[in-house]
């Protein structure tokens, strides 16, 4: 390194710079020569459009923080469907997700920076002020130091970082005295106690009050942390200690990513998701780009850009080399084994990945970044936003939506990179999505499902800390931002570190540099920087042609979790056999599961049961190809228990002032209308009485023709059913009576019949738990008259329609939306409608005592039939699927001769490894089940 800190960076044009100035925005950089280049390809946006679609953005913005701030300040977060604050211990727990909260006004603080960005800096003053003034850092709560790291402490920094910038500038700021670093620097504080282990990997919580282990504290006692969580420190530490002169925070964090580059898997150079933080033992061993390890890898490549450190970019270049040979499958990103890195730990792939693009574009790898990017666009497309997991054959895994920015991050990161149109209108889908089907008249609401596109009701502060920031600078001119972002690195939270800290208070730098770094191939690193004429060597069409290829590539997708095995067949040889292939009535799959010392055992209830006993297998090879087929069965058939989790059903309020914005989550009933079969009711509510509608009804004319609430017990479902169909009502409304309970914390269940024939009830028949139907109830009472659509997908609702920002248009968007909802017939025929993937889901009978009503998520096992070998999928590769596979095997079969990587299923193994491995495998994959985003 130079004495600047990085002469093996860019060549930068500002010497105090850090050594990576141009490159830290690499982007940028590259932005510079692409956009200069760039003369064809999709259709270059005007600049009014750009304004207009930027003005959008702020207006978005406005109306998220403005909820915050008038409905849920000081709590954390606002709750955007019930219009209020979330409050920890208030609020039924959601489990680690509520580690972030620690009654610090979390929102506020993740927006600080955001509001600059934004131009909005007269608000960024007053929100500094009340920061100040309100905020307590020393609260009884036990919070996550991930998550207070990167956006408490980060949002405290980039709110001081510009904050210092703005008060240079002359204008605003000019009574600021660095109070916001001096929060920071006792949230630092309070977060060290967190690394008192001998590995130095922290503890992954701490009270903010009491730190670790005391009697009060309520943490300490925890042994596993994820990578992510242990090695997405440097930047806000090494900041916070580069800005005070207080050198331990940098220490800190500097030793917590030593340790876990020193247990990194040596053979691979992956590292798992969990790791033991007093042993350092891996505790889970797959391994990806997503949930668990993704801003590891981010903040070693950031911390070389902001710290100018080359053991950072040495380690991230090693780590970046073994990603690219195992887990990049382009445009696919897939998990694998860290020991067996040429085996797939997974068939799907999870949203946070979508970051990944960007940091290919810091790296400068553009084309496998255009591709993956290309590919999870295809899947909004479909979806309209990315679900939280989505199978290598492009159906949903995990059907949540919490408005993640990753793919806007990439998206801005690309455009800057290529200059290419097409991420401006890949911006404006994502704009025109989050109006149309996340925007509530409360700020916007994550969705619970984007098949059904029902809602949640939270808005985490990570939507304001990225999504408006990067979405704004995408459509932003340099001239519409009030300082030159290219002197900033983005945070893994998109907080913004001023680049000149690389050379400021560096005493500490280094000091750590293990003596392996010399050992490391340096042929491996690619030292300089992105160079754009390389990048795109005057072809415009660069980043199209990247695309053209992958342009189907969701649509016609054909299942392909497995390939990996394929791919380690030589032609002639006979393939094992595929779990989804198998059937327990074929002989010939019978005598191949024995070769392989597998075991089939009928069980009592009919199901079939597998095992495998590795030393029974005739050869060690069969023994693996054991292990393998077991590996795939276990995926396949947690893969089909999650498809026969039916889509929940959808209650959508139409009427004013909610025109079809809310989106509420319910179950559906084993009886009655099926809202699935292309049906829909729409109508408006009315309470039955009595409410619980076990009796005739004492209100017929209140309830005809419209949708009857009922509240649930005393009776069965179906009963309630008869008695409001008798009634003349059009479909009926189970409201649960366990007061608190709520879609986001139990499970959806569907309502069980009676035992008896139940085709006389014609009516659809939804549930919705106590906090969805308080709902409708408070909707009621506020405005009377209600509407609801009851379906199984929320249909369109119209964007431009808010009342709130467009008061003239009111009564004209109210028609509008109506219409747009649905005709005002009670049933109507789609033309469009996805039809579910699946029609079985946990049951359950009505219940007679509220003691029932805890049985929420209790089977029945006449509808349960996850085994797979009962209910295998077996999948048709038409045409083109076939030729693709050929293709990839073709490929195979070059990549096996020159990468003794690929021969692992040839090669003889020892059965005690195989067993110690396969036991790994299992343990593994256990983990993996329990597994949570
Ligand atoms: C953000 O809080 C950060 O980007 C983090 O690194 C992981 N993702 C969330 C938002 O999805």
Redesign the pocket.
């Known amino acids: 390194m130079s004495e600047a800190g990085g002469g093996r960076g860019c060549g930068s044009s500002v010497p105090q710079r850090a050594p990576w100035s141009l490159v830290a925005a690499t982007a940028a950089f590259c932005l510079v020569s692409a956009t200069s280049v760039w003369t064809a390809g999709a259709a270059p946006m005007s600049r009014e459009e750009r304004q207009k679609l930027g003005n959008q953005v702020l207006e978005m913005f406005d109306h998220a923080y403005g909820n915050y701030m008038e409905h849920a300040y000081p709590a954390d977060e606002l709750m955007p469907l019930t219009c209020r604050g979330r409050v920890r211990g208030q609020e039924p727990s959601r489990g680690d997700v509520d580690d972030?909260l620690g009654k610090f006004s979390l929102t506020l603080i993740d927006s600080l920076d955001t509001l600059v960005v934004l131009n909005k800096t007269k608000e960024f003053e007053d929100a500094v002020r009340k920061v100040l003034r309100d905020v307590n850092l020393d609260n009884d709560v036990v919070v996550s130091v991930f998550?207070t790291n990167?956006?408490v402490l980060g949002g405290l920094l980039g709110g001081h970082s510009l904050a210092i910038m703005l008060k240079e500038k002359g204008e605003y700021m000019q009574w600021y005295n660095d109070e916001l670093l001096q929060m920071a620097k006792q949230l630092g504080y309070k977060l060290l106690p967190a690394f008192n282990t001998t590995s130095g990997l922290p503890y992954p919580r701490i009270n903010l009050k009491f730190g670790i282990r005391k009697p009060e504290a309520r943490t300490g006692t925890e042994t596993d942390t994820c990578t992510?969580c242990a090695g997405?420190l440097i930047l806000e530490f090494a900041a916070l200690s580069r800005f005070t002169g207080a050198t331990i925070f940098e220490e800190y964090a500097r030793k917590a990513l030593d340790f876990l580059w020193e247990k990194r898997q040596r053979s691979s150079n992956l590292v798992g998701v969990t790791i033991n933080i007093h042993t350092g033992d891996w505790v889970r061993k797959d391994s990806g780009v997503g949930a668990g390890i993704?801003?590891y890898y981010?903040y070693l490549l950031k911390a070389y850009v902001l710290l100018g450190d080359d053991s950072f970019l040495e380690r991230f270049n090693t780590h970046y080399d073994a990603i690219m040979r195992y887990i990049s499958q382009p445009p696919l990103l897939l998990d694998v084994h860290i020991h067996k890195p040429m085996l797939n730990a997974r068939t799907w792939m999870d949203?946070?990945l979508a970051?990944f693009p960007g940091l290919q574009v810091l790296k400068g790898d553009i084309r496998p970044a255009i591709e993956t990017h290309e590919m999870l666009y295809q899947v909004i497309k479909k979806h309209n936003f990315l679900p939280e997991a989505f199978t290598t054959d492009f159906r949903v895994h995990w059907a949540q939506h919490?408005l993640?920015?990753?793919f806007a991050?990439s998206t801005y990161f690309l455009y800057k990179a290529t200059g290419d149109p097409y991420y401006l209108e890949v911006g404006k889908t994502l704009i025109e999505n989050l109006n149309k089907y996340a925007r509530v008249p409360c700020g916007f609401a994550a969705m619970k499902d984007v098949r059904t596109g029902s809602h949640e009701d939270r808005m985490?502060?990570?939507f304001l800390?990225?999504m408006f920031k990067y979405l704004y600078l995408l459509f932003a001119d340099k001239e519409d931002i009030i300082f030159d972002i290219e002197d900033y690195i983005f945070t893994?939270?998109?907080h913004l570190l001023p680049l000149w800290l690389s050379t400021t208070n560096q005493s500490i730098s280094k000091k750590n540099t293990t003596s392996e770094y010399t050992e490391l191939d340096d042929s491996n690193f690619d030292w300089t920087c992105p160079n754009t004429q390389i990048l795109f060597p005057n072809d415009p069409l660069y980043a199209q042609s990247i695309r053209e290829p992958l342009k189907n590539v969701v649509d016609k997708s054909c299942p392909r979790g497995i390939i990996r095995v394929e791919e380690s067949f030589r032609s002639g040889a006979k393939p094992p056999l595929r779990a989804r292939d198998f059937m327990a009535t074929n002989p010939e799959h019978l005598e191949i599961l024995k070769k392989m010392g597998v075991s089939l055992i009928h069980l009592k209830d009919g199901r079939v049961q597998l095992v495998q006993h590795a030393i029974q297998a005739a050869s060690s090879i069969d023994a693996e190809d054991g292990l393998r087929f077991m590996q795939e069965m276990i995926e396949l058939s947690s893969q089909q228990q999650k498809e026969q989790q039916l889509p929940p059903r959808a209650v959508q309020i139409v009427s004013h002032p909610f025109f079809g914005r809310v989106v509420l989550t319910a179950g559906p009933a084993q009886f009655g209308l099926d809202l699935s079969k292309h049906k829909e009711t729409r109508g408006f509510v009315a309470s039955s009485k009595p409410y619980n509608g076990c009796s005739e009804l004492t209100n017929p004319e209140a309830v005809m023709g419209k949708i009857a609430l009922i509240q649930r017990g005393q009776c069965m479902f179906a009963e309630k059913a008869r008695n409001i169909q008798n009634a003349g009502a059009i479909g009926g409304i189970v409201i649960d009576d366990n007061e608190g309970s709520s879609s986001d914390t139990a499970p959806l269940f569907q309502m069980a019949g009676d035992g008896k024939d139940t085709d006389d009830i014609k009516i659809p028949m939804l549930f919705l738990f106590s906090k969805e139907g308080s709902i409708i109830l408070d909707a009621i009472r506020e405005y009377e008259e209600v509407e609801v659509l009851l379906s199984d997908k929320a249909k369109d609702r119209d964007p431009d329609t808010d009342s709130e920002e467009q008061p003239s248009s009111e009564n004209d968007s109210q028609d509008q939306s109506a219409e747009q909802i649905a005709p005002s017939s009670q049933e109507v025929d789609l033309v469009d409608q996805e039809s579910p993937e699946e029609s079985s889901l946990n049951s359950e009978p009505e219940s007679s005592s509220p003691a029932d009503t805890d049985n929420a998520a209790s089977v029945s096992a006449s509808e349960q039939n996850s085994n797979p070998m009962e209910n295998h999928e077996t999948t048709s590769l038409d045409g083109e699927c076939t030729d693709l596979d050929n293709q990839l095997q073709e490929q195979s079969e070059t990549e096996e001769d020159s990468n003794p990587n690929v021969s692992w299923g040839k090669k003889v193994q020892p059965i005690d490894s195989i067993l110690a491995d396969w036991n790994e495998d299992i343990e593994a994959f256990e983990m993996m089940e329990k597994d949570e985003l």
């Open positions: 972030a998550e990167i956006r992510a997405t993704d801003s981010e949203a946070l970051f919490p993640r920015p990753e991050e985490d502060s990570f800390a990225e893994t939270e998109a």
